[in-house]
Each structure stands twice: as structure tokens, then as C-alpha cells.
């Protein structure tokens, strides 16, 4: 086994949407940790980029949790904090909160902000990942940066049929980030995103009616799973199948490392890892 030397977190601001100005004008921080140089070299490393979900801080376990996991991956590993406090948003908002993360071309926005520092590369490629209203900014950051190569998204889904419908700017059409680089997963008991018509209308990927993961023909291993209830250990794949008993950081052991399955932590970080150009999975997803 491989002993993990933790290197310390380091802090940055950028500049971040505004709901209160219409401008990119808010001053947010950015965490993020560098690769162990004795594993990965001295760098410069490509970089991830995380984005908490609705009323999470970008500092929470979930989020230092996939900093650490990325760092440990060989990427330069931030966590974005943004206005994520409005429990509706619409594609308006989910728009511009993404440009205010990733606008690669302003300098003062947070991908340009990382992307300025020493230790990164983002020539080598940037891969983002979020849950809930993150996991939307994740999925639009190729919009707004050309150097994102995967993105793998939690909670997330078009609410088509709902309110408010965002197929505008999730449905794959509206989205930058090829079919074959992007991997959605969300729990069937989600209330917001837990129909096969969300996953495929957000990946780009159809199946039969009644599929539980639909995967990309290319072989790249992006495309949906939809967890099913009987699956997590409290018998409920919610908008925080990842946890067990509510929205709580308490992680479900079936998704926490070192579990291998199709919808599990680790096998999708592996996955983004190589810039969502391969991936080892199982058809069964067990």
C-alpha cells in the first residue's frame, strides 16, 4: 500500500458572480491542495475543480474529501466557493455562476486564478465535479474553458416537465463538454432528478426504458448510472445518496472509498483522473 503524504491545503480568492451587482465582482475563496512531489514530480499538475452543492462551504468534508482524493490522483485539487445559498435557481443564474468559476478568458475569475498559479497546467487539462447545484457548474464549465477535458457530476438533472425547466442549458445540446467525457450519476429517489429522462437529457445518452447506467459506446466509460434504492445503506438513493440518513457527510460505505462500484466514489475519480479517456467498469455496475 501506498502511503499517502497529506500536503497542506493552501487558500486563494477570485472574483466570483455577484447576484447583488449582475457583476463579476464578489470576492469567494479557493482551497486547494498541491500533488506529493516524491509520487507526481514537482510539477506543473493539471487541475480539478470542485463546486460544493446548495448551502454547503467549500471547506466541508464532502469537499476536502475530493480535494484530497484529486491531490492524491496527481491534480492540482481546488474546492470553489460561489453564491450557492438559493435553493431555486434557474439557467440565468446556473449560467453565470458558471462564468464567474470558469471564465477562462478573465484572469480574476477562479479558473484564471488557478490557472496562474505556479504549480498548475491547465494546458495538461482541467476536470471539474460538483454536486447538485455544483455539479451543474461542472457540467457547463466547458462553455466557459476549453481546457476542461471530463466532468463528473453528482445530483443533477434537467427538471424537465418542472419548475423551473432547465433543458435550456443542461440538455446536452446546450452544453460544451463532450457526451463521451461526461459522467452523470443521481439517485432514483432524488426528488428534483430522479428519472431516466434527467440523466439522458443532461449526458447525452439514451437507453432502453428501465435502465439503471447507459455508457458511452466509445468505450471512454462517461454516460449515467441512476442508484438504485436498494443499493445504499439506508434503502434511499435521495439527492444525497452519497450519505446515509439525509444530506449529513455521514458517507455511504457503498460509495466512500474503497468501494468499486460503477456509481462509487473512487471508480469515478479514477475515471476523471485520466481526463475521461478510459475507464474499468463493470456492465453490472456491481
Known amino acids: 500500500m501506498i502511503n499517502r503524504r497529506v500536503t497542506p491545503n493552501q487558500t486563494a480568492t477570485y472574483l466570483s458572480y455577484n447576484p447583488s451587482t449582475s457583476g463579476f465582482d464578489l470576492k469567494q475563496s479557493i482551497l486547494y491542495q498541491l500533488p506529493d512531489p516524491a509520487l507526481f514530480g514537482r510539477g506543473p499538475y493539471p487541475v480539478f475543480v470542485w463546486t460544493p452543492g446548495t448551502w454547503e462551504a467549500y471547506f466541508d468534508p464532502l469537499s476536502l474529501e475530493f480535494v484530497s482524493e484529486m491531490a492524491h490522483r496527481g491534480f492540482l485539487a481546488a474546492s470553489v466557493q460561489y453564491s450557492?445559498?438559493?435553493m431555486t435557481?434557474?439557467?440565468t443564474s446556473y449560467t453565470q455562476r458558471a462564468q464567474g468559476v470558469y471564465d477562462a478568458t478573465r484572469s480574476s475569475s477562479a479558473v484564471g486564478t488557478l490557472c496562474a498559479l505556479s504549480g498548475a497546467n491547465c494546458a495538461k487539462g482541467i476536470v471539474t465535479a460538483g454536486i447538485s447545484q455544483?455539479?451543474?457548474?461542472?457540467?457547463?464549465?466547458?462553455?466557459?474553458?476549453?481546457?476542461?477535458?471530463?466532468?463528473?457530476?453528482?445530483?443533477?438533472?434537467?427538471?424537465?416537465?418542472?419548475?423551473p425547466n432547465l433543458t435550456a442549458c443542461m440538455d446536452k445540446q446546450h452544453t460544451a463538454?463532450?457526451?463521451?467525457?461526461?459522467?452523470?450519476?443521481?439517485?432514483?429517489?432524488d426528488p428534483f432528478f430522479g428519472t431516466q429522462t434527467n440523466v439522458?437529457?443532461?449526458s447525452g445518452y439514451a437507453c432502453p426504458d428501465g435502465s439503471t447506467q447507459c455508457w458511452s459506446p466509445t468505450g471512454?466509460?462517461?454516460?449515467?448510472?441512476?442508484?438504485?434504492?436498494?443499493?445504499?445503506t439506508d434503502g434511499n438513493a435521495d439527492h444525497c445518496y452519497i450519505d446515509v440518513g439525509g444530506c449529513n457527510?455521514?458517507?455511504?460505505?457503498?460509495?466512500?472509498?474503497?468501494?468499486?462500484?460503477?456509481w462509487s466514489l473512487s471508480p469515478n475519480?479514477?475515471?476523471?483522473?485520466t481526463l475521461g479517456t478510459k475507464r474499468v467498469f463493470s456492465q453490472t455496475g456491481q
Open 84 to 86: 450557492n445559498s438559493g
Open 89 to 91: 435557481q434557474n439557467c
Open 134 to 163: 455544483g455539479g451543474m457548474l461542472a457540467v457547463l464549465a466547458r462553455n466557459y474553458a476549453p481546457q476542461v477535458r471530463a466532468a463528473y457530476a453528482l445530483s443533477v438533472g434537467d427538471l424537465s416537465g418542472g419548475a
Open 177 to 189: 463538454i463532450p457526451a463521451d467525457r461526461l459522467t452523470v450519476v443521481t439517485g432514483q429517489s
Open 200 to 202: 439522458q437529457n443532461v
Open 220 to 232: 471512454s466509460g462517461a454516460g449515467w448510472y441512476l442508484v438504485q434504492d436498494y443499493e445504499v
Open 249 to 262: 457527510d455521514k458517507f455511504d460505505p457503498h460509495w466512500f472509498p474503497p468501494a468499486v462500484s460503477n
Open 269 to 273: 475519480l479514477d475515471w476523471l483522473a
